[in-house]
């Protein structure tokens, strides 16, 4: 199975300020048809996680464009121009390009 | 408007059979191109893949479960339906029920239900 590794595991950050999280998978997550299959997603304390971004860089339907990703290959970002308070949570990269879906260990941002 | 809803017991215990339903209401289980699927996440720990099937009844489960795992698609409930045998405290967590149309979009989560197994 693809292995996701995420870092920073902790990202104490401040409003206003920007943030960067990274992801790394063991095999390129790019597919035949062109796309490439990563995902974020947000846990917010308490809640189940909701899609950010899709295949790497596109964000999903209400998304603030604070929010962006990037990448190719096994190296992927996500990033926030100006952190908000609500944006604290849990950040996890997962990729569909192979099943098993597998996921990173996780990034959790909370604010300074 | 499409809704996803969990239902299954809080409370199992150990060596006993997990069954947890998907309820969709908005989307039919037999659109084109879905695929429905249960992700779960132990307490204070990352996510895990468990199991999907398609809407043409291809299923695929997670290797490390799939001697105890079955997942169908009920057409005339509209609803997903995962089985999971010879339950053990490992298995403790959300169990949270994911889909998306297409195979390109990011899945949508429902809330999530919380299975304890424990005697």
């Known amino acids: 199975e693809i292995v996701m590794t995420q870092s920073p595991l902790f990202l104490p950050v401040t409003p206003g300020e920007p943030a960067s999280i990274s992801c790394r998978s063991s095999q390129s997550l790019l597919h035949t048809d062109g796309y490439t299959y990563v995902d974020w997603y947000l846990q917010k304390p308490g809640q189940s996680p909701q899609l950010l971004i899709y295949l790497g860089s596109t964000r999903a339907s209400g998304v603030p464009d604070r929010f962006s990703g990037s990448g190719s290959g096994t190296d992927f970002k996500l990033e926030i121009t100006r952190v908000e308070a609500d944006d604290v949570g849990i950040y996890y990269c997962m990729q569909s390009l192979h099943i098993p879906l597998t996921f990173g260990g996780g990034t959790k941002v909370d604010i300074k | ?119």
């Open chain 2, 1 to 119: 408007q499409i809704t996803l809803k969990e239902s299954g017991p809080t409370l199992v215990k150990p060596t006993e059979t997990l069954t947890l339903t998907c309820t969709f209401s908005g989307l039919s289980v037999s659109t084109s191109g879905l695929g429905v699927g249960w992700i779960r996440q132990p307490p204070g720990k990352a996510l895990e893949y468990v199991a999907l099937i398609y809407w043409d009844d291809d299923r695929r489960y997670s290797p490390a479960l799939r001697s105890r795992l079955s997942i169908i698609r009920d057409t005339s409930r509209n609803h997903v339906v995962l089985t999971m045998t010879n339950l053990d405290p490992a298995d403790t967590g959300t169990y949270y029920c994911v889909y998306r149309v297409g195979g390109r979009d990011g899945y949508t989560w429902g809330r999530g239900t919380r299975v304890t197994v424990s005697s």
